[in-house]
């Protein structure tokens, strides 16, 4: 049996990298998983995609309220629960300094990356009961403040939101916990500059990035019963980039 066997799983941004190989993986585990994407094309191909049954695609702009409870609703529709929401949705800014960001581009990280991990969290809690699970997607970059100011910001934020929404609905039962992935090769991280990318792989203990697949499986631990004592904290799969 899997370890997700007879459960419900919402997975924001799978329509490709970290998303996408954790939909593969959470439906290898026995989840029937609702793939969602701001490209529902890309939504709808994973979907197809997967082992099992009742998957099914969902579009919308995770920081627009109206398209999430469109989700959402679907959701209730068809499932009737989530047993486990994945925040995963997110952009890649540019390289700019802080000096030439501008405000519109500083708000749409936040809004995308916070904003759709709250509006999504929010519209969950209905649907979920006790020993329901919420994995949000943080960064290295918002533990150490790496990259641009406006990411590093944005995933910062996430944490401090998986830490204070863990301590309100723990009592409900519902476990809320963060992954803060390092440098891993996804479409989103292909174009990065090989002279950024270089002197990363060289601080790595391991010698190399991460793979998709490697932070599906950490993803998976927090969203089924082997973490059910854990709420509240984060886990950085990084290749040893940072140690804490």
């Not at 406006?150 to 609905?169: C, D, Q, V």
């Amino acid at each position: 049996m899997g370890k997700l066997e007879k459960k419900v799983a919402l997975i924001t941004g799978a329509g490709s990298g970290i998303g996408k190989a954790t939909a593969e993986k959470f439906a290898d585990e026995g989840a029937q998983v609702v793939v969602q994407d701001f490209n529902k094309a890309s939504a709808e191909e994973v979907s197809a995609s997967l082992t099992g049954v009742g998957h099914f695609a969902m579009g919308g702009d995770v920081s627009n309220e109206q398209d999430m409870k469109s989700v959402f609703s679907e959701i209730e529709k068809r499932c009737e629960r989530l047993d486990v929401l994945v925040n995963n949705a997110g952009v890649l800014g540019g390289p700019e300094g802080l000096g030439a960001i501008k405000y519109e581009s500083f708000m749409r990280m936040l809004e995308v990356h916070m904003g759709g991990t709250f509006i999504c969290t929010q519209a969950a809690l209905p649907l979920m009961t006790t020993g329901s699970s919420i994995v949000n997607l943080s960064s290295i970059a918002g533990l150490a403040g790496w990259g641009p100011v406006h990411y590093a910001s944005a995933k910062g934020a996430i944490l401090g939101f998986t830490r204070s929404s863990s301590r309100e609905l723990g009592g409900l039962g519902i476990r809320v916990n963060a992954v803060a992935p390092g440098v891993i090769e996804t479409p989103m991280t292909e174009d990065l500059d090989e002279a950024l990318l270089a002197p990363l792989i060289m601080m790595s203990p391991l010698g190399r990035i991460g793979q998709a697949e490697e932070i599906a499986s950490t993803i998976l631990y927090l969203a089924c019963d082997d973490s059910s004592f854990v709420t509240g904290q984060w886990i950085s799969p990084n290749g040893g980039l940072i140690t804490i």
